[in-house]
């Protein structure tokens, strides 16, 4: 393990005024996203919708890297321009999600456990030669009636610190995603509990691990009201919780913090990432974005499954990607959303 090298990929990925995209859904989850545009989801129409996030003119410069999905990774554009390669010379990482999905725990109802430790260290060695230089592993947890259970922390806590032991050991950096699923009618101070039980497992597991913190990237989940709550945060109380939430359980030798957007709207997700950056807080740690939704819907729903659309969706792309990228210096302002 070159733990320079980790560290320098590391603190690359949550540079100032740069975030991540996440392009890396699955077959059955990008199929969703493309029924809900009436367009059929096949590797050519996967594969063009993705080019055109590569190829987006002025996106790079706010992004750092980009979370890939296998079958992506290994795909070109129709010149042969590998997309792996268009993310580097873009002056960004390529990125790579290796976990295999999630399966109903057993015994535990209503909770998940995410696979797909068997052969990872092959698949990894694998995934950086064809030019990976991160990877991310998801885990889910339900907040409900007697959940999550300390059984289902723990089992999920010991998959991420294993697979982050994995990336690093073959000098890939290891993005841990412990995601708090914002389904249910909690409020956000059991938002709030659920998440510090889930990363001081998290972290207590990396370091029984050996995991190298300084080579590692978090990607959380703010501290937010369950969607069916009655009573919603407001976006203030939502940056004061989260920052106080990771203040208490991630060290501070981590590089960054790149949070998921979870459910909420392209904009909410921009104007609370521009709340915890514009607080004046003290903190050890880059607070960024690693979007899927967030940043990929607007564009999604202009390209609609046309090339002639393209251009014009690269541009919703780029102004939302240049938006995120203004919050993480605590600069985003609402008249950024006017050019779109």
């Known amino acids: ?12 990925m949550v540079a100032p005024g740069r975030g991540i995209l996440a392009m890396d859904e699955s077959h059955p989850t990008c199929t969703r996203r493309f029924d809900s545009i009436g367009v059929d989801c096949n590797e050519d129409s996967r594969r063009a919708y993705r080019g055109l996030l590569v190829t987006a003119p002025g996106a790079a410069e706010h992004l750092s890297g980009y979370i890939l999905f296998d079958e992506t990774l290994r795909q070109s554009t129709d010149a042969g321009d590998r997309f792996p390669d268009l993310i580097e010379s873009s002056g960004s990482i390529p990125g790579i999600k290796v976990d295999t999905g999630t399966i109903d ?15 990872l260290d092959e698949r990894l060695i694998e995934y950086r030669d064809l030019g990976a230089r991160f990877a991310k592993w998801r885990a889910v947890i339900t907040i409900g009636d007697g959940i999550p259970s300390s059984a289902c922390i723990d089992a999920n806590m010991w998959a991420l610190a294993m697979y982050a032991s994995f990336c690093q050991d073959a000098g890939i950096v290891p993005i841990v995603e412990p995601e708090i699923l914002m389904d249910g009618a909690h409020d956000i101070e059991t938002c709030d509990f659920a998440s510090r039980a889930t990363l001081n497992a998290l972290f207590s597991a990396l370091y029984r691990q050996n995991v190298h913190i300084e ?22 109380e939502i940056a004061e919780k989260t920052i106080e ?6 060290p501070a030798a981590l590089p960054g913090v790149v949070f998921l957007s979870g459910g909420q709207t392209a904009l909410q997700s921009t104007v609370r990432l521009n709340s915890m950056n514009a607080s004046g807080a003290d903190l050890p740690w880059r607070l960024s974005f690693s979007y899927g939704r967030a940043l990929q819907d607007p564009a999604l729903r202009t390209w609609n499954g046309s090339a002639d659309n393209a251009a014009e969706a690269q541009r919703q792309l780029a102004l939302r990607a240049r938006a995120n990228g203004a919050a993480t210096l605590g600069e985003y302002s609402p008249s950024m959303e006017e050019a779109a």
């Open 1 to 12: 393990m070159n733990r320079q090298a980790l560290e320098e990929t590391a603190n690359a």
């Open 105 to 119: 725990m057993p015994l535990h109802p209503g909770e998940k456990y995410t696979r797909g430790l068997d052969g």
């Open 215 to 236: 080579g590692t990237v978090l990607k959380a989940s703010m501290v937010l009201s369950g969607s069916d709550c009655p009573v919603q945060a407001s976006d203030g």
């Open 245 to 250: 939430c990771l203040r208490d359980t991630v």
